[in-house]
T-cell receptor, first 114, second 116 residues
């Protein structure tokens, strides 16, 4: 069975400061990892994903994440946040066995302070 | 190019009534997933369907919940005899037919069910 842990339920950050949202996973098989963003009253939108290859993946809106197999982590980072980054961020894992069934973490609410 | 369409966006039901939530996947997509988001929690997988087939329903409660994806028309998530604990946001997501694995799900804006 797979699971995802997002340790921080809320992260307040000043505008233009850097941010890191933490995600750890557990899985007994090869994994595929994702970060989704949810703006208020909207559905989820894919930010970035790791399927294979380079462990540093870049996504939309200036976000990037690094897959660390030894630490079973997939932390999300952005060097300088903007007010528009205020949203809920979800880390997810898939076993990739022919479908896109995802196991999600509980989410991290990112609040940008002007 | 319409995305995943869900309706209704908001639904209020009294305890014991039935709730029907509809989902039309993106054009060209034949896989549909339903997820439930309870307050202050992440999304929990409920069911995965392809046209006329339930592929994986391991996340569906054993009673009162059912899902279908007919050959024609939207996918429907049906909750019979709703209880207050069913109050949640229900999200539908779709993905394309089999091909190179992308892992990406395309989500609708959700249907928010409130049970009084």
């Amino acid at each position: 069975a797979q699971s995802v842990t997002q340790l921080d339920s809320q992260v307040p950050v000043f505008e233009e400061a850097p941010v890191e949202l933490r995600c750890n996973y557990s899985s007994s098989v090869s994994v595929y990892l994702f970060w989704y963003v949810q703006y208020p009253n909207q559905g989820l939108q894919l930010l970035l994903k790791y399927l294979s290859g380079s462990t540093l993946v870049k996504g939309i809106n200036g976000f990037e994440a690094e897959f660390n197999k030894s630490q079973t982590s997939f932390h999300l980072r952005k060097p300088s946040v903007h007010i528009s980054d205020t949203a809920e961020y979800f880390c997810a894992v898939s076993d990739g066995f022919g479908n896109e069934k995802l196991t999600f973490g509980t989410g991290t609410r990112l609040t940008i302070i002007p | 190019n319409a995305g995943v369409m869900q309706n209704p966006r908001h639904l209020v039901r009294r305890r014991g009534q039935e709730a029907r939530l509809r989902c039309s996947p993106m054009k060209g997509h034949s896989h549909v997933y339903w997820y439930r988001q309870l307050p202050e929690e992440g999304l929990k997988f409920m069911v995965y369907l392809q046209k006329e087939n339930i592929i994986d329903e391991s996340g569906m409660p054993k009673e009162r919940f059912s899902a279908e994806f007919p050959k024609e028309g939207p996918s429907i998530l049906r909750i019979q005899q709703v209880v207050r604990g069913d109050s949640a946001a229900y999200f539908c997501a779709s993905s394309p037919p089999s091909g190179p694995y992308t892992g990406e799900l395309f989500f609708g804006e959700g249907s928010r069910l409130t049970v009084l």
